[in-house]
């Protein structure tokens, strides 16, 4: 006697049921000890995440405090007459040249080469470039949250030019 299709598919249905209700009614899989180490690595897993939030939040912090205070840096220095209460000033002269006009003379050092050129890269340290009428003045900021949050100091070196009588 030969089953249909439809008696075959039926038969093979009945046997999966079956064998997937005895596996659901077996409960000697899980002891408490498993349960502990599954929770353990559970903990350890949450608090590597939420020692990332954190870092990843000072870091946020921090880098909006930072460009807070250069962009208040930047906005004084710019202005016609900075604040001398939230900036500090260097004026830097350059020497006077034979047609006594201001003279800025540029020069690359090897300390600076040796940290920013390749060594392949040669360079005549003894010349110079000469810029004529030139005035120089330096900023630095004095705002307080850079001591207090450790964070770095803007700084910026302004060159100004101006025609000699």
Do not use: W
Request: hydrophobic share 40%.
């Amino acid at each position: 006697m030969e089953l249909g299709i439809d008696e075959r598919i039926m038969k093979a249905v009945r046997k999966m049921i079956s064998k997937n209700r005895r596996q659901l009614n077996n409960n000697s899989g899980e002891t408490m000890i498993e349960m502990l180490v599954a929770f353990a690595i559970l903990v350890i897993i949450f608090l590597a995440l939420s020692g990332m939030v954190a870092f990843s939040s000072t870091l946020r912090m921090r880098a909006t405090d930072t460009a807070s205070v250069f962009s208040s840096f930047y906005k004084e220095v710019y202005k016609r007459e900075p604040d001398q209460g939230k900036v500090k000033p260097y004026y830097y002269i350059g020497k006077y040249a034979e047609d006594h006009t201001t003279m800025f003379t540029l020069k690359l050092s090897e300390e600076t080469s040796q940290a920013n050129l390749s060594s392949n890269t040669t360079i005549d340290f003894s010349q110079s470039i000469r810029i004529p009428c030139i005035d120089a003045t330096g900023y630095t900021s004095k705002e307080s949250i850079i001591d207090t949050e450790n964070l770095v100091r803007p700084k910026l070196l302004m060159f100004k030019y101006h025609k000699d009588n």
